[in-house]
């Protein structure tokens, strides 16, 4: 099985450079108190998944439907080109 790797964006510290941003930071880091006071893209999507999951699988079922179209219009343009 091919080792999957994880996605370096998730642990990016999130900066609070807008009012929405610094309202969501504050909340994640107060419910999960990370040592370094950091709190990481990742951490905001696992609180998200478990505080907000209407908002966050909409998203994720979107995602996944336009890379699956996507995938399928490039099969389709590698059979036409052959």
Do not use: H
């Not at 996605?7 to 504050?26: A, D, H, M, Q, R």
């Not at 966050?56 to 490039?74: F, K, M, S, W």
Request: hydrophobic letters at 35%.
């Amino acid at each position: 099985m091919k080792k999957v790797e994880k996605n370096p964006n998730l642990i990016i510290p999130v900066s609070k450079n807008n009012p929405l941003k610094e309202l969501i930071v504050e909340y994640v880091g107060t419910k999960l108190q990370p040592e370094n006071d950091e709190v990481t893209v990742e951490m905001v999507v696992d609180v998200f998944s478990t505080d907000f999951p209407e908002f966050l699988l909409p998203v994720a079922e979107e995602n996944y439907l336009r890379g699956y179209t996507q995938a399928l219009d490039d099969v389709e343009t590698y059979n036409t080109n052959d």
